[in-house]
């Protein structure tokens, strides 16, 4: 049965995003099969959050994913994406906080989730504290790259310093005293 099951999510994975009438029918397949399969679970729940923008129903199937097994790391991303786009900021950080003591899971990636939060509530220092982080968590350079324009989109958003005019103004003043 396992056999079974899983060739019905491979069709499933190979045809997301593309064809959602072949993803649901070899996701409800393989359901039948095993209603506790996390990859199924996990893809039903990317339908559901990517493609129909249904939230509630696709953390649903997460939170079945996660029951099922923590480890099942191909749930983490799409769930705190869901979770963030649903604006659920405390769900999120106690589950990115509770994640980042589950052995084997991509620190780098949970870190950079966490100052993609951070940047929602528009508390653009911490965000950055969190990339500083991911980067020290990060050991491939095509990952480090994505951490860099996180960074610099972060850093475009934080308020400009006041210091510079009051430079200039003062620069003024001198000026006319000659």
Not at 3 to 18: D, G, H, M, R
Not at 54 to 74: D, G, P, R, S, T
Not at 101 to 129: C, F, M, N, P, R
């Amino acid at each position: 049965m396992g056999t079974l099951v899983n060739n019905y999510i491979f069709k499933a994975l190979e045809s997301y995003p593309f064809d959602l009438e072949e993803v649901m029918e070899a996701l409800n397949f393989a359901l039948s099969y095993d209603d506790k399969n996390t990859m199924a679970l996990t893809l039903m729940g990317r339908v559901y959050a990517e493609k129909l923008y249904k939230y509630e129903e696709a953390i649903v199937y997460f939170k079945q994913a996660l029951a099922e097994n923590i480890h099942a790391f191909e749930v983490y991303t799409p769930y705190i994406n869901t979770l963030l786009w649903n604006e659920d900021y405390k769900e999120v950080e106690d589950f990115i906080d509770f994640a980042l003591t589950v052995k084997g899971s991509d620190k780098a990636l949970l870190y950079l989730k966490k100052a993609i939060l951070h940047e929602q509530l528009k508390d653009y220092k911490t965000a950055l504290t969190f990339i500083k982080l991911a980067k020290e968590h990060t050991f491939n350079s095509e990952f480090m790259a994505d951490i860099v324009i996180e960074k610099e989109r972060i850093k475009g958003k934080m308020p400009k310093k006041k210091k510079a005019k009051a430079t200039k103004k003062s620069g003024k003043t001198s000026k006319n005293k000659k």
